[in-house]
């Protein structure tokens, strides 16, 4: 956790910089690798044959602005490089998850996928699934990614994949609709399901989640184990067999989500709900909070509610916890089939745009917590005061835990997701939950 403190820390600095316009080692000055012999006359250089790149990627909102820079950037290289298409595979994240998955059994992973870091991609390493990136990191394009976060995708001192994002875990929330319900920012877990109860007596969705996806309830629940654990680090006790899931930590966190659950704070139908479409509930106004990472401020300012939203820290947990302490998530990020026919064209694609992603992203006004560096003066490019406050909490850190599934091996990660998805639907006594945990634990740790 002193690793990812370190990296938000590096990351509020350059923010920060950023903001005074004093930052020189923005993407922007990076020019992408040339891969064209150097002894090769333009004349003399036969034409290329025509090839296509599979991009499989998590952006499938076309609203969305990470949907909008991804298709920017594929544009224009295509246009400076007419014998390569760019395939796009766009996949809400556990659909891409699950195609990865049956893609890797098969040998048919596409040129580039979507993985995750630590825990979650070690196996497609250690199956020989991915190709390392170390050589196309050169003329700079290392140096864009803030201090430390390559390596959270590196093993054996290899780079395998290059992340969009370095996040924190945060409640937007939807002003208008608190002063409906004549409620105020929660400043305790308690507090927060007095207003959901009050915001579901006005007819008022309290919080969107997109369940079906598993990953979101277990992000938010995680956040409630920081909290009643009283800090960081109660995965890696369990991992060091310091503490166990039946640890009393445990067991109030899921009572506490079975609070929340109890008093109908979330949409109905949430394990039907993508995050995707999660997402959308609250930008259209028609759900009052959605806990996700700080990757959504973008698309918080590009909704119908732009004027409305705003952000509050998770709260503490019956007293517990420092609000200052976040679900830290390094994003997910690009890797290339190390059995791709067309190495040397997806390299050069995905050198070009993760080159170009920082200044396309700053453009769009969608720069808040990437993984690279920026270059730009964030004030002076209008952006939004929800922006500035999101920058804002980067600055305050104090450290915080990863995501239970970037984590924990990936057998013990799908019992605990789907453990806590039926939390949603249906009252299960917290300490068979916990036993449930620590069973596949046992069984997965030997």
């Given at each position: 956790?002193?690793?990812?403190?370190?990296?938000?820390?590096?990351?509020?600095?350059?923010?920060?910089?950023?903001?005074?316009?004093?930052?020189?080692?923005?993407?922007?000055?990076?020019?992408?690798?040339?891969?064209?012999?150097?002894?090769?006359?333009?004349?003399?250089?036969?034409?290329?044959?025509?090839?296509?790149?599979?991009?499989?990627?998590?952006?499938?909102?076309?609203?969305?602005?990470?949907?909008?820079?991804?298709?920017?950037?594929?544009?224009?290289?295509?246009?400076?490089?007419?014998?390569?298409?760019?395939?796009?595979?766009?996949?809400?994240?556990?659909?891409?998850?699950?195609?990865?998955?049956?893609?890797?059994?098969?040998?048919?992973?596409?040129?580039?996928?979507?993985?995750?870091?630590?825990?979650?991609?070690?196996?497609?390493?250690?199956?020989?699934?991915?190709?390392?990136?170390?050589?196309?990191?050169?003329?700079?394009?290392?140096?864009?990614?803030?201090?430390?976060?390559?390596?959270?995708?590196?093993?054996?001192?290899?780079?395998?994949?290059?992340?969009?994002?370095?996040?924190?875990?945060?409640?937007?929330?939807?002003?208008?609709?608190?002063?409906?319900?004549?409620?105020?920012?929660?400043?305790?877990?308690?507090?927060?399901?007095?207003?959901?109860?009050?915001?579901?007596?006005?007819?008022?969705?309290?919080?969107?989640?997109?369940?079906?996806?598993?990953?979101?309830?277990?992000?938010?629940?995680?956040?409630?184990?920081?909290?009643?654990?009283?800090?960081?680090?109660?995965?890696?006790?369990?991992?060091?067999?310091?503490?166990?899931?039946?640890?009393?930590?445990?067991?109030?966190?899921?009572?506490?989500?079975?609070?929340?659950?109890?008093?109908?704070?979330?949409?109905?139908?949430?394990?039907a709900v993508d995050q995707n479409a999660?997402?959308?509930?609250?930008?259209?106004?028609?759900?009052?909070?959605?806990?996700?990472?700080?990757?959504?401020?973008?698309?918080?300012?590009?909704?119908?509610?732009?004027?409305?939203?705003?952000?509050?820290?998770?709260?503490?947990?019956?007293?517990?916890?420092?609000?200052?302490?976040?679900?830290?998530?390094?994003?997910?990020?690009?890797?290339?089939?190390?059995?791709?026919?067309?190495?040397?064209?997806?390299?050069?694609f995905l050198a070009y745009f993760m080159?170009?992603?920082?200044?396309?992203?700053?453009?769009?006004?969608?720069?808040?917590?990437?993984?690279?560096?920026?270059?730009?003066?964030?004030?002076?490019?209008?952006?939004?005061?929800?922006?500035?406050?999101?920058?804002?909490?980067?600055?305050?850190?104090?450290?915080?835990?990863?995501?239970?599934?970037?984590?924990?091996?990936?057998?013990?990660?799908?019992?605990?997701?789907?453990?806590?998805?039926?939390?949603?639907?249906?009252?299960?006594?917290?300490?068979?939950?916990?036993?449930?945990?620590?069973?596949?634990?046992?069984?997965?740790?030997?």
């Open positions: 956790m002193k690793k990812v403190l370190t990296i938000l820390l590096a990351s509020s600095l350059t923010l920060g910089l950023a903001a005074c316009g004093s930052s020189s080692n923005g993407a922007k000055d990076t020019p992408a690798p040339s891969t064209a012999p150097a002894t090769e006359k333009p004349s003399e250089k036969p034409a290329d044959k025509p090839v296509t790149v599979t991009f499989q990627n998590i952006y499938p909102d076309p609203t969305a602005p990470n949907n909008k820079i991804m298709k920017k950037i594929v544009a224009d290289f295509e246009a400076s490089h007419k014998n390569i298409k760019i395939e796009l595979d766009s996949l809400n994240t556990d659909q891409q998850k699950i195609k990865l998955k049956t893609q890797a059994a098969s040998g048919e992973v596409p040129d580039i996928t979507i993985v995750n870091p630590a825990a979650q991609m070690k196996p497609f390493v250690d199956g020989g699934i991915l190709e390392p990136l170390d050589d196309m990191l050169g003329n700079g394009l290392k140096e864009t990614f803030q201090s430390g976060i390559l390596d959270y995708y590196s093993f054996n001192d290899k780079v395998y994949a290059l992340p969009d994002g370095n996040n924190l875990g945060v409640v937007f929330y939807n002003k208008e609709l608190f002063a409906q319900a004549g409620v105020e920012v929660p400043k305790t877990f308690e507090d927060l399901v007095e207003v959901a109860k009050k915001l579901k007596a006005k007819g008022i969705t309290p919080i969107a989640v997109g369940e079906k996806d598993t990953w979101t309830g277990s992000f938010l629940f995680m956040n409630i184990v920081l909290r009643t654990n009283n800090g960081p680090n109660f995965l890696k006790d369990v991992l060091e067999k310091k503490k166990t899931f039946n640890d009393p930590a445990f067991v109030e966190a899921v009572q506490k989500l079975e609070d929340l659950v109890q008093v109908k704070g979330f949409q109905d139908g949430a394990t999660a997402g959308n509930l609250f930008k259209s106004g028609k759900a009052a909070m959605h806990y996700i990472g700080t990757w959504e401020t973008g698309g918080m300012d590009a909704s119908a509610i732009k004027d409305k939203v705003g952000v509050f820290k998770f709260p503490t947990v019956g007293g517990k916890g420092d609000p200052d302490q976040f679900m830290l998530a390094p994003g997910s990020a690009f890797a290339v089939s190390a059995k791709s026919k067309h190495m040397k064209e997806t390299k050069e080159t170009n992603y920082p200044k396309v992203s700053f453009e769009m006004k969608n720069a808040v917590g990437i993984a690279q560096k920026v270059d730009g003066d964030f004030t002076a490019a209008g952006y939004s005061p929800l922006a500035m406050e999101v920058l804002g909490l980067f600055k305050g850190v104090k450290g915080g835990d990863l995501a239970f599934d970037n984590t924990m091996n990936p057998a013990t990660a799908q019992t605990h997701l789907t453990s806590i998805q039926r939390v949603f639907v249906e009252q299960i006594k917290p300490e068979n939950v916990a036993k449930e945990h620590q069973a596949s634990f046992d069984a997965n740790n030997k």
